[in-house]
């Protein structure tokens, strides 16, 4: 089936990373769509829109801040929505059923938001990387409640592994394996397009790690969080550190008074939240990772890098029992990684056929793939 209209509905920085290179797949098609953003993130001033045919999203739901709080997010979402239900009505109910499509990503509020105006409105859903899990509501929180929400919603899955098809097995709806994650469409852009970053131009003389800690169950254990410092500082002594400070981590810092020691450091160097293009670079030019962000697991299994994730479970298979290491918080398997983590080292993964472009080929009524059935292993990844 070809759809005469398309919508990617976009909320945040992350996923609009993650669709950027759907969207220019299906520009480079002829195949027209238009970009619905909910304001969850200002994505409007993006260097990325660029990479996405677009100078400015079609239409923006939300302008302002968002108290940076569950209950903040949760009244954000429930007066967005409101209002957003009643303005794209006129804009949706002008097709008939069929004949268009709300393309939403990932495990967000945003992802929920847009598949139920999707279907509240008569149009069919889409969702890119579907049937990820962790199998715990609580961990991550609350995205694994919205991935489960929207897989109950969509009416077309795009799902980056057999393993994650497997996972939708009784849900309806046309579910396809794209092969891989689309962030692999987007990291291979953002090599290509790049011109080098001249703030990142003091690091290439020697080998650095980077480490991210950024997730709100980490940030809120105290005890937590000045243990990884502790291992971070400890790490630096023999390399050089390059720490990411997320608003959020810089509150708990300074909250902890752990900041300052941090930029006492000698061999430690902070950065705020860098822009795609230049964080990829970063990655790229590191010797190893340290995180809590599951694109970061992603991003550093295609490009090869030993990686370190710092949670109790993933809902992400790629890089496990390869490159990457899934720490469950454990002082020991930290250690040991951080030891030796030039043994978890790995060529980069190339790929025939790009994910972004199966997804645009279906979409525009294209032949697509279909997905097979994942295998018992993996279906046990991440289960605690």
């Not at 480079?28 to 996405?52: M, P, T, V, W």
């Not at 008939?96 to 393309?103: Q, T």
């Not at 009784?170 to 692999?184: C, F, Q, V």
């Not at 980077?210 to 243990?227: I, M, S």
Request: net charge neutral; charged share 25%; aromatic share 8%.
């Amino acid at each position: 089936m070809a759809y005469s209209t398309i919508y990617f509905f976009i909320g945040t920085t992350a996923e609009l990373i993650k669709m950027m290179p759907v969207m220019r797949a299906c520009a480079r098609r002829g195949i027209e769509f238009q970009l619905l953003a909910s304001g969850q993130n200002d994505i409007e001033r993006s260097e990325l829109l660029k990479y996405c045919e677009k100078q400015a999203p079609d239409l923006v739901l939300f302008r302002g801040q968002i108290k940076k709080s569950a209950l903040g997010l949760l009244w954000w979402f429930v007066r967005t929505f409101c209002s957003a239900f009643w303005q794209l009505r006129p804009l949706f109910r002008r097709h008939r059923r069929g004949e268009a499509v709300l393309v939403v990503h990932g495990d967000t509020v945003s992802t929920v938001m847009g598949a139920l105006l999707g279907r509240l409105h008569g149009l069919d859903v889409a969702h890119v990387e579907a049937g990820l899990r962790s199998f715990d509501y609580f961990h991550p929180f609350p995205e694994e409640i919205d991935r489960v929400i929207t897989s109950r919603l969509a009416t077309l899955h795009f799902c980056p592994n057999g393993w994650a098809v497997g996972n939708l097995q009784k849900r309806r709806g046309d579910k396809i394996d794209t092969g891989h994650n689309t962030l692999l469409d987007a990291l291979a852009l953002a090599q290509a397009e790049a011109e080098p970053s001249p703030r990142l131009a003091p690091l290439r003389d020697e080998p650095y790690f980077v480490f991210v800690l950024h997730r709100q169950e980490n940030l809120f254990d105290d005890q937590l969080v000045r243990d990884l410092v502790g291992r971070a500082i400890a790490q630096s002594r023999w390399m050089r550190c390059v720490f990411i400070l997320h608003h959020l981590t810089e509150v708990h810092l300074r909250r902890l008074n752990l900041l300052e020691v941090l930029r006492e450091q000698p061999n430690i160097t902070l950065f705020e939240r860098l822009p795609y293009i230049e964080f990829m670079q970063l990655l790229a030019g590191a010797d190893h990772v340290v995180t809590d962000g599951g694109s970061n697991q992603e991003e550093c299994y295609y490009l090869g890098k030993p990686c370190l994730v710092l949670r109790n479970v993933t809902e992400r298979t790629e890089g496990l029992e390869h490159n990457v290491v899934l720490s469950r918080l454990d002082p020991a398997v930290i250690d040991a990684f951080l030891a030796e983590p030039g043994r978890y080292a790995r060529p980069p993964i190339r790929v025939d056929e790009r994910p972004s472009d199966i997804i645009a080929a279906r979409l525009g009524g294209e032949v697509a793939h279909r997905a097979g059935a994942p295998g018992r292993e993996q279906l046990a990844v991440g289960q605690s």
